[in-house]
């Protein structure tokens, strides 16, 4: 990696803001002019899109720049500048909040669109269980991969995590600031990870949350997806089944599971409503091993299809993969980080390990593999991973649920390993992901401190524990009269739940 030390960035053209959250909280965008490729600093420029709000507090009592990333890799941060206005106990008023599309993402120009429609209804079944359904998801993945390096150019070889990095240090020094604070979801710790990692002298304090294994990124630790998202189906199963009075889909974990995998099933030999087929079922139901939030959307569009009525199911995977002109952004970022940050294994490995967890994890083992597929053949060139070591960063905060899906536990507990100064939050027993600024007293007033003051709680002895036991995002109740609000406003939800598609 070439640190941008050589390169200093234009001052920032503060603007009036076009997304309607943005501007309801009053942030301003500017466009940061940065190189291509840092090893290049007087060669081709690109531009990332930034928000700001400011502060609220006195500029004595001022602490600073403070990044965010939702994930993705190739999820839109840009809005994320809001989230100082839900930290508990003026925990983000000290702050500048700082929201940014990654190089190729959003309002970043030039932006990765390679195709629209990638993801139509009543796609061959995932599961290649023949020589015909491999075939087709090959091709399908090469073109797709051709399509990206006919789109992106000499863009794709500077998608890399390192280059977020140098563009994270070109928005410090275009804010003149001399360290950052940094709040990250998903892979958005990955990035915060490799950001403390080669610049720990830049670094005052940071929340992860939703931590992904460094060790493992990114094709073991789809492997690690795989399983946990197999376990945490069944505990949504079993949700459902303790609302059999509402869903009447079975009294039982396994009566439940049963029901789902013979609607999968049925939709192999007949889509729902010519449609919905193997894939479009299993990919409309992801989101319910990501995270309770949304079980009893989920809940009741399988009760309705095990009635007989298609439409909800056809309206949901529409919402998940709606179709159009450069829909593909997150998903083509999604690859091209992923694809390039570290050389990805051939067909012959891909092909028998996803067999060997698919015969113990079958919910979304073959979905997982051909969304990552294009890595096969990405044409970008990849790089060399970067070894996480945080023995020189000050302390910072890791958070995550024991069940989390997209980031197994695993991967918080060797981040606090690396760290030896941070401390981890873990929401025992819960399955969701990035959860954080939830409402959970236990957690959110601990991110609030620890913002407001660099307090955090002792840790604990040990190399392989948690530091805090809090409750995790409780599991709804469907028979309450009324839902609790999201603290959170749609857009930034929305935001963190399109980037951790995986």
Known sequence: MTAPADYQPPPLVWRECTNSTLVQFGAKCALLTVPLDYANPSGPKIKIAVSRI??????????????????????????????????????GAPYDWIGFDPRGVGESQPRLACTGGYFPYNRPDYVPRTAAL??????????????????????????KTTDSVNDMESIRKALGANTINYYGFSYGTYLGQVYATLHPDRVR???????????????????DQDRQFDRNMDVFFGWVAKYNSVYHLGKTTEVVRDRWYALLRQSRRAPFAGKVGPDEWTDSFLSAAYGVGGWP?????????????????????????GSGPGSDNLFAVYNAVQCTDVKWPGWAQTSRDNWAVHREAPFITWSNAWFNAPCLTWP??????????????APVLFIAETGDGATPFTGALLARSLFPRSVLIEGVGGTTHSGSLSGIACTDNRIGRYLLTGRLDARKPGAWTSD?????????????KAATADRLPTAVRDALSTAQRH
């Open 54 to 91: 400011k502060h609220t507090t006195s500029d004595a009592d001022a602490q600073g720049i403070m990044l965010t990333n939702p994930g993705g890799p190739g999820g839109s941060g840009l809005v994320l500048s809001v989230l100082g206005n839900f930290i508990p106990g003026g925990g």
């Open 468 to 480: 805090v036991r809090c409750p995790p995002v409780p599991q709804p109740d469907p028979t309450a």
């Open 205 to 223: 304090r940071m929340v992860m949350d939703g931590v992904l294994n460094s060790r493992r990124a990114y094709y073991l630790a789809n492997l």
């Open 134 to 159: 491999r075939d087709f998801w090959l091709a399908k993945s090469a073109r797709y991969a051709a399509m990206c390096g006919q789109a992106g150019g000499a863009l794709l070889d500077h998608l």
């Open 380 to 393: 970008g060139r990849p790089g060399t991973k970067v070894t996480v070591n945080g023995s020189r960063v």
């Open 297 to 321: 959307t989920f809940a009741g569009v399988f009760a309705a299809t095990a009635g007989g009525n298609y439409d909800p199911i056809v309206e949901l995977y529409g919402g998940v993969y």
